[in-house]
Nanobody, 115 residues
Framework: QVQPVESGGGLVQPGGSLRLSCVASGSSSNTYVVSWHRQAPGKQRELVASISTGGTTNYADSAKGRFTISRDNAKNTVYLQMNSLKSEDTAVYYC?????????WGQGIQVTVSS
């Protein structure tokens, strides 16, 4: 399986914004669900947001009202717009792709929110 590729991470001050991108492998027709997860040091990996082929979205309580997940089927790319970032959002963010051939994880990208 070819893993999805994340981009858009980096360092941002509290209250700032970042947009993460996840380019899924294969075609959009073979990509069923894409989700974003994050893992902070000393903590378990947690689901942040997900989006299905039909556009159904789900968010963790911590992300609601601040994060928006969207999908561009033509590019087979999923975005995570993160606004009003807090220090507790600091983590490695992973893109997970559920496709016809199974589950594939990206390598993860660092998001650091600090002043």
């Amino acid at each position: 399986q070819v893993q999805p590729v994340e981009s858009g991470g980096g360092l941002v001050q509290p209250g700032g914004s970042l947009r993460l991108s996840c380019v899924a492998s294969g075609s959009s027709s073979n990509t069923y669900v894409v989700s974003w997860h994050r893992q902070a040091p000393g903590k378990q990996r947690e689901l942040v947001a997900s989006i299905s082929t039909g556009g159904t979205t789900n968010y963790a309580d911590s992300a609601k009202g601040r994060f928006t997940i969207s999908r561009d089927n033509a590019k087979n790319t999923v975005y995570l717009q993160m606004n009003s970032l807090k220090s507790e959002d600091t983590a490695v963010y992973y893109c997970r792709q559920l496709g016809r051939n199974g589950v594939s994880w990206g390598q993860g990208i660092q998001v650091t929110v600090s002043s």
